[in-house]
């Protein structure tokens, strides 16, 4: 089984900067991609960040430059590092994980409960 926990949402001013983390437990193989999702009151989920096992990022345009994913591979720990923030970041985000419960599985993705951001204008 695997858990996936985010925590360090919470409310910031616009201009602000916030830290989320992922932390990653239970029995598995290897973990691989590690995401960042979020969803705002009324849209529909969206990929915030990812990040590849060998480090590789990929982010929606409306965050580049802004925020910064990273992770530790051997912690099982990702982190979003989320400067400049506007009021539309304003949603709850969820990491999301790739992983291999032993090696001969398919990988299967894992999600967070979510943490909640606000960012007042």
């Known amino acids: 089984q695997v858990w996936v926990k985010e925590s360090g949402g919470g409310l910031a001013q616009a201009g602000g900067s916030l830290r989320l983390s992922c932390e990653v437990s239970?029995?598995?193989?290897?973990?691989?991609?590690m995401s960042w999702y979020r969803q705002a009151p009324g849209q529909q989920r969206e990929l915030v960040a990812d990040?590849?096992?060998?480090?590789?990022?990929n982010y929606a345009d409306s965050v580049k430059g802004r925020f910064t994913i990273s992770r530790d591979n051997a912690r099982k720990t990702a982190r979003l590092e989320m400067n400049g923030l506007k009021a539309e970041d304003t949603a709850v985000y969820f990491c999301?994980?790739?992983?291999?419960?032993?090696?001969?599985?398919?990988?299967?993705?894992?999600w967070g409960q979510g943490t909640e951001v606000t960012v007042s204008s």
């Open positions: 239970g029995t598995m193989y290897r973990v691989n991609t």
């Open positions: 999301v994980v790739l992983a291999m419960v032993n090696f001969r599985d398919s990988e299967l993705d894992y």
């Open positions: 990040i590849s096992r060998d480090g590789a990022t």
